[in-house]
């Protein structure tokens, strides 16, 4: 039996369970019978990405996610919405129709992952909604609805179920090593997670603040904020310039460091990059020289940090569901230090400068889905340096 059908089976069966026993199925309770008390976090998290993950409201992913069926004769409807429409996997509703199936990765979700399953016949997530709501407290003290501790919530056990694991796309023709989406994997064994640096550490910093309207020492972000976020991005890289100039030539010599994320940079689904743009300007301002002049992945293949794969007849850049080998993968360790090395004629050339930017997905992809948000469209600035020349 396959995956998809071993899946949905669980939902019938989860509810099937419920019927014989004369229980009700429990159900995921909207994220706004939580804002009655917990307004502050509802806010955080209404902002966030989580909040936004449903075809209804995600224009990107609805555009691939009707693409990626089309192309698999509907394989891969069911298992893209285990993670961007987790609430389907309890309320069987596949197509979407409810409100509460298009909060996303509600509240309820998170905190009602009961147990992680380590079966590969089996999705990790387990999930027992309910009135028993899971967190990080040893001991807390709640009158309004019931609380249990949960070590899911102390490390990044609980956020791995959906950030890790995606080497069976179906349609997917390659057997087994192509990562997508993995950034737990990314993130184990690196030097943060071994000092106890985890996703919550760095994606719901604990701040003061208000928690069911009473100030307390700390209260988890729930913003989740990431690639979306400018300030985000701005911690997770950092450039070092060094310009000499020999024999009638420049040799810019770059390091990119990946100084902020605990996993490869970029991150993520492989639409997103990471490039580096390199150029040399004269006295009076004009660019005399740059590394690209349109486009960098086809100019200067080694200053753009991606992961590229090819499907079975060879097309680059192939969708995840059709690849079937990596092409290319050139993302950034974290703490790694990429070395880079330019040479071009120092004549006129009084500034040499280097920019890092992200984009979330190709300018042609989003030309091919008509996409014409500007959040989608734009680069960001992720970090920069400069050198001023003097030549003697
Ligand atoms: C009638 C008010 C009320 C509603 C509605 C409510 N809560 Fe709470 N909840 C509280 C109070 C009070 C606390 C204890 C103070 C705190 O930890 O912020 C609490 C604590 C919690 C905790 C913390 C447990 C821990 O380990 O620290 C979680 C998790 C939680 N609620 C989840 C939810 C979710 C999810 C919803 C919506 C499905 C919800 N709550 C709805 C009042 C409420
Ligand atoms: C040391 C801090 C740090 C740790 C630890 C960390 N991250 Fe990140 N993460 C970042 C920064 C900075 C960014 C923004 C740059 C980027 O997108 O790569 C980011 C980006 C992301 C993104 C956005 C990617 C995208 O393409 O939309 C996701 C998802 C994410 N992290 C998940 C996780 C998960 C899951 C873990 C734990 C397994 C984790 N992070 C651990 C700092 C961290
Ligand atoms: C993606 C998973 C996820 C989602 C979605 C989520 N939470 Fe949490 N929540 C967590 C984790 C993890 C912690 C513990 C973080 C920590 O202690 O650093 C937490 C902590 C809490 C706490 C403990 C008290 C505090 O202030 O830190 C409350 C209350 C809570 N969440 C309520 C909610 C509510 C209400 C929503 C929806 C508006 C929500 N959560 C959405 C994962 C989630
Ligand atoms: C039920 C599945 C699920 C769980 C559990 C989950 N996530 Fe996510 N997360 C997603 C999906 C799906 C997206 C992509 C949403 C979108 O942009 O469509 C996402 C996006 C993100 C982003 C990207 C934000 C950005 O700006 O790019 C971050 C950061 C993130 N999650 C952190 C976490 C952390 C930390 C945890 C654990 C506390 C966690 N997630 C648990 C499914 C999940
Ligand atoms: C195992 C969980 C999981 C499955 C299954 C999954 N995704 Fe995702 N997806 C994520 C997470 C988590 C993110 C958040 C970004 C990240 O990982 O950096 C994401 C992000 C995305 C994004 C970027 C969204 C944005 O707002 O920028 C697209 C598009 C996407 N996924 C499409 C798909 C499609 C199509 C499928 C099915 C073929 C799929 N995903 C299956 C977990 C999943």
Not at 53 to 69: D, G, H, M, R, V
Not at 108 to 125: G, T, V
Not at 296 to 305: I, L, R, S, T, Y
Not at 313 to 341: C, F, N, Y
Request: proline share 5%.
């Amino acid at each position: 039996m396959s995956k998809l059908s071993s899946s949905l089976m669980l939902v019938t069966l989860a509810g099937l369970w419920g019927v014989l026993h004369g229980q009700q199925p429990e159900k995921i309770e909207s994220a706004l019978t939580c804002k009655e008390c917990h307004e502050d976090i509802y806010n955080q998290w209404s902002g966030s990405r989580h909040a936004r993950s449903t075809p209804a409201k995600n224009i990107l992913f609805a555009k691939i996610y009707e693409l990626s069926q089309q192309d698999t004769n509907g394989e891969t409807k069911l298992y893209c919405i285990r993670c961007h429409a987790p609430v389907t996997q309890i309320n069987g509703d596949v197509d979407i129709q409810q409100e509460i199936t298009n909060e996303g990765i509600t509240c309820d979700i998170c905190h009602s992952i009961a147990e992680l399953s380590d079966s590969p016949q089996h999705w990790p997530n387990i999930y027992e909604p309910g009135k028993t709501k899971r967190g990080p407290s040893k001991d807390a003290d709640v009158d309004e609805h019931e609380v249990v501790y949960s070590e899911l919530f102390e490390n990044s056990r609980l956020c791995s179920g959906c950030h890790g694991d995606m080497l069976d796309i179906p349609g997917t023709r390659s057997c087994g090593n192509l990562t997508i989406c993995d950034t737990d994997f990314e993130w184990r064994g690196t030097t943060f997670a071994k000092e106890g640096k985890s996703c919550v550490d760095c994606h719901m910093t604990g701040t003061q603040g208000l928690s069911v309207g009473k100030e307390v020492e700390r209260t988890a972000q729930h913003d989740f904020s990431g690639a979306y976020s400018h300030e985000k991005l701005q911690e997770a890289a950092k450039l070092v310039l060094d310009v000499k100039e020999f024999g009638g030539k420049i040799i810019a010599a770059i390091q990119v460091i990946n100084k902020g994320t605990g996993h490869l940079l970029p991150t993520g689904p492989p639409a997103r990059m990471v490039f580096l743009k390199v150029s040399a300007f004269d006295h009076n301002g004009e660019e005399v020289w740059s590394n690209y002049t349109n486009n960098p992945a086809k100019e200067d293949p080694f200053g753009v940090f991606h992961i590229v794969f090819a499907n079975l007849e060879g097309k680059i850049p192939s969708m995840p569901w059709l690849a079937s080998r990596i092409v290319k993968d050139t993302r950034i360790r974290p703490g790694e230090h990429r070395q880079l090395v330019y040479k071009f004629p120092s004549e006129g050339v009084t500034k040499v400068e280097a920019k890092l930017f992200y984009r979330l997905a190709p300018p042609p992809l989003l030309d091919k889905f008509e996409i014409t948000d500007e959040t989608l469209r734009k680069a960001y600035l992720m970090a920069q340096s400069e050198q001023i020349i003097t030549i003697e």
